[in-house]
């Protein structure tokens, strides 16, 4: 039986409500149990109160102060704490559990996946801007903590599952998979009226708003190179990108005699959070079962990187090193979100993280001394003002 204490970042997120909903699945069977410390949410405390009625944890965040009393309410009469603002997301992440899901969206995860970082917990990280921002100092941290870090992305858990941690010089390659998105086949002239509920419409995954768009872009497949090369130490010229429309093979691990190991198993995130949750140990759940015969192909293409720009821009950004993977990151998201505002057109996202890393690099952005966390956000600042002005720049051009 898996026994783990507990800590949820991003409890009300697509991937936090999986986690507990696999815990409770666990229970169910007596093949897991679970003690909750804390769970942390945004806006949608009447999710966040229903999951700490249903877990009992010693404290529950809501990330809006605004919103404190309303949790405290929703919360009236069970023994649960309750907290509101980053500062107590922050402390939910430094308390001493087993294990700690980091699933936060966006920068705003960055400050308590760091603290989480720190406490020699099991560190289960859906985070990518904790990545991308910080990496290589983010798994120091753990290292050093005594703790380990799990990739839960589909793609990162795919490679840990199959790549030699204990022999990493026997990897030749990583291949990273791409679904391609909504719009793989989509002639670039005729993806210019994009809208927001268009790019949003997944073909494969569920997934939240953001995120969806940045796989429409394939920016997201930018980002997961950057987090694959921190991850397992591997230069970008050994990281490869391939379109694969059926989303059964997650990544790839090539070997230097010629083997090629695969991942694979059908489109649900919680199939990796599973295994975050009992690794090293594997955990029964009603997961759906990949029927080879029945999908008779599996499909591969190249990217058209004329189509999705925003790939070559990581890969171009992980080269640079220094400052310009967090730059990336940060132009990114303040664009993505500018498009689902309605306020920039679907392929002026690209164009509005392409100026920005131009912009950046002149202006000499780097990384200042001391806290490597502290110093990644501080980047992100000034590249989301940066971002920003490139956006309002083009909506005075039109």
Same mark, same amino acid.
């Given at each position: 039986?898996?026994?783990?204490?507990?800590?949820?970042?991003?409890?009300? +997120?697509?991937?936090?409500?999986?986690?507990?909903?696999?815990?409770?699945?666990?229970?169910?069977?007596?093949?897991?149990?679970?003690?909750?410390?804390?769970?942390? +949410?945004?806006?949608?405390?009447?999710?966040?109160?229903?999951?700490?009625?249903?877990?009992?944890?010693?404290?529950?965040? %809501?990330?809006?102060?605004?919103?404190?009393?309303?949790?405290?309410?929703?919360?009236?009469?069970?023994?649960?704490?309750?907290?509101?603002?980053?500062?107590?997301?922050?402390?939910?992440? %430094?308390?001493?559990?087993?294990?700690?899901?980091?699933?936060?969206?966006?920068?705003?995860?960055?400050?308590?996946?760091?603290?989480?970082?720190?406490?020699?917990?099991?560190?289960?990280?859906?985070?990518?801007?904790?990545?991308?921002?910080?990496?290589?100092?983010?798994?120091?941290?753990?290292?050093?903590?005594?703790?380990?870090?799990?990739?839960?992305?589909?793609?990162?858990?795919?490679?840990?599952?199959?790549?030699?941690?204990?022999?990493?010089?026997?990897?030749?390659?990583?291949?990273?998979?791409?679904?391609?998105?909504?719009?793989?086949?989509?002639?670039?002239?005729?993806?210019?009226?994009?809208?927001?509920?268009?790019?949003?419409?997944?073909?494969?995954?569920?997934?939240?708003?953001?995120?969806?768009?940045?796989?429409?872009?394939?920016?997201?497949?930018?980002?997961?190179?950057?987090?694959?090369?921190?991850?397992?130490?591997?230069?970008?010229?050994?990281?490869?990108?391939?379109?694969?429309?059926?989303?059964?093979?997650?990544?790839?691990?090539?070997?230097?005699?010629?083997?090629?190991?695969?991942?694979?198993?059908?489109?649900?995130?919680? %199939?990796?959070?599973?295994?975050?949750?009992?690794?090293?140990?594997?955990?029964?759940?009603?997961?759906?079962?990949?029927?080879?015969?029945?999908?008779?192909?599996?499909?591969?293409?190249?990217?058209?990187?004329?189509?999705?720009?925003?790939?070559?821009?990581?890969?171009?950004?992980?080269?640079?090193?220094?400052?310009?993977?967090?730059?990336?990151?940060?132009?990114?998201?303040?664009?993505?979100?500018?498009?689902?505002?309605?306020?920039?057109?679907?392929?002026?996202?690209?164009?509005?993280?392409?100026?920005?890393?131009?912009?950046?690099?002149?202006?000499?952005?780097?990384?200042?001394?001391?806290?490597?966390?502290?110093?990644?956000?501080?980047?992100?600042?000034?590249?989301?003002?940066?971002?920003?002005?490139?956006?309002?720049?083009?909506?005075?051009?039109?």
């Amino acid at each position: 039986m898996i026994r783990r204490r507990i800590t949820v970042l991003g409890a009300t +997120g697509s991937v936090g409500a999986s986690t507990l909903d696999l815990m409770a699945q666990a229970e169910a069977t007596g093949t897991g149990a679970f003690e909750v410390e804390a769970l942390t +949410g945004g806006a949608n405390i009447a999710k966040l109160a229903e999951q700490a009625r249903r877990w009992r944890p010693k404290l529950a965040v %809501t990330a809006d102060p605004a919103r404190l009393n309303e949790l405290r309410d929703a919360l009236s009469g069970t023994d649960v704490a309750v907290a509101a603002g980053d500062a107590a997301i922050v402390e939910a992440a %430094t308390r001493p559990v087993d294990w700690i899901m980091a699933s936060i969206v966006g920068a705003a995860g960055l400050k308590s996946a760091w603290a989480a970082a720190g406490t020699g917990a099991t560190l289960a990280l859906a985070n990518k801007e904790s990545l991308v921002c910080c990496g290589p100092a983010l798994i120091e941290r753990v290292r050093r903590a005594g703790g380990r870090l799990i990739p839960v992305d589909s793609e990162h858990s795919a490679i840990f599952q199959v790549f030699p941690a204990e022999a990493p010089e026997r990897v030749a390659k990583l291949i990273l998979t791409a679904s391609g998105g909504p719009f793989r086949q989509t002639p670039r002239e005729q993806m210019v009226g994009i809208t927001p509920e268009q790019a949003v419409a997944h073909p494969n995954w569920s997934m939240g708003a953001k995120i969806s768009v940045d796989s429409a872009t394939m920016a997201n497949k930018g980002l997961e190179m950057i987090e694959a090369a921190y991850l397992f130490d591997m230069p970008q010229d050994r990281i490869d990108v391939v379109v694969h429309p059926e989303s059964i093979i997650h990544s790839l691990v090539e070997y230097v005699d010629g083997s090629t190991l695969a991942q694979m198993g059908p489109p649900d995130m919680r %199939t990796p959070i599973a295994c975050a949750l009992a690794w090293p140990d594997r955990i029964a759940w009603p997961a759906p079962k990949l029927d080879l015969a029945e999908l008779g192909r599996l499909t591969f293409e190249a990217p058209d990187l004329t189509r999705f720009p925003a790939l070559d821009l990581a890969r171009q950004a992980l080269k640079a090193g220094g400052a310009t993977p967090a730059v990336f990151n940060a132009a990114n998201e303040v664009a993505a979100f500018a498009f689902l505002d309605r306020k920039l057109a679907f392929l002026n996202i690209a164009a509005v993280v392409a100026e920005t890393l131009e912009r950046a690099t002149k202006a000499g952005m780097a990384f200042g001394s001391g806290d490597a966390c502290g110093a990644a956000l501080s980047v992100d600042a000034e590249t989301r003002r940066m971002a920003e002005s490139v956006i309002a720049g083009l909506a005075n051009a039109a």
